[in-house]
């Protein structure tokens, strides 16, 4: 069956630095992948989405994730947090690329703190 | 924001009575889901739609249906909720197949 991990339930850093979130997922194939962030209260945005080509790709608000098939993950990065980074960012994969629409699969979500 | 209205956005319930969770969009996208997000598993997937009277189960669907009459207007149906049926819905919106879905701002539901 699909699965997605994210090993860190929080993660607190400082601002003005660097941060890096992971995502593992389980899969036969490559999968389409997303990362996506919510803030107190909202609902999901998507930062960024990778189907294929080059492993490295670009989001919004600055972040990146690198595409590694030989390790099955999806890292998220940023190099400086802004404050208003603090949120809950979900790793997803599409689970089903046979589907009319698109079943994500999410992982259980990365809290992020920036202290000041 | 994606014109995405949830109604209602939070509603207190007893066990064994029916509920019915509405999503409206003015952006007249074609595909439509219906989340639940509960602490420790992300959002999973209820059910979905890809177009009128089209529908299909994601992951999680036991103790759900869902009807989709018309483009704008999603309906998510608790026959008889349940107390494991307490959790926070969220509604999004696609117009196309390629992942990046619009979410509202959820609908807190207790289960008592």
């Known amino acids: 069956a699909q699965s997605v991990t994210q090993p860190d339930i929080h993660i607190t850093v400082s601002e003005g630095a660097s941060l890096e979130l992971r995502c593992n997922y389980s899969?036969?194939?490559?999968?389409?992948l997303f990362w996506y962030v919510q803030s107190p209260g909202q609902g999901l945005q998507l930062l960024l989405k990778?189907?294929?080509?080059?492993?490295l790709v670009q989001g919004i608000k600055g972040f990146e994730a690198e595409f590694k098939r030989s390790q099955s993950s999806f890292n998220l990065r940023k190099p400086s947090v802004h404050w208003s980074d603090a949120a809950e960012y979900f790793c997803?994969?599409?689970?089903?690329?046979?589907?009319?629409?698109?079943?994500?699969?999410f992982g259980g979500g990365t809290r992020v703190l920036v202290k000041p | 924001d994606a014109g995405i209205t949830q109604s209602p956005r939070h509603k207190v319930t007893e066990t064994g009575t029916p509920v019915t969770l509405r999503c409206h969009q003015t952006?007249?996208?074609?595909?439509m889901y219906w989340y639940r997000q509960d602490p420790g598993h992300g959002l999973r997937l209820i059910h979905y739609?890809?177009?009128?009277?089209?529908?299909d189960k994601g992951e999680v669907s036991d103790g759900y249906s869902v009807s989709r009459s018309k483009t704008e207007d999603f309906l998510l149906t608790l026959e008889s909720a349940t107390s494991s049926q307490t959790s926070v819905y969220f509604c999004?919106?696609?117009?196309?197949?390629?992942?990046?879905?619009?979410f509202g701002e959820g609908s807190r539901l207790t289960v008592l």
């Open positions: 899969y036969g194939a490559t999968p389409y």
């Open positions: 999004a919106i696609s117009p196309t197949n390629t992942g990046e879905l619009f």
């Open positions: 997803a994969v599409d689970s089903d690329l046979k589907a009319a629409g698109n079943k994500l699969t």
């Open positions: 990778y189907f294929s080509g080059d492993t």
């Open positions: 952006e007249n996208h074609r595909y």
């Open positions: 739609s890809y177009g009128v009277k089209d529908t």
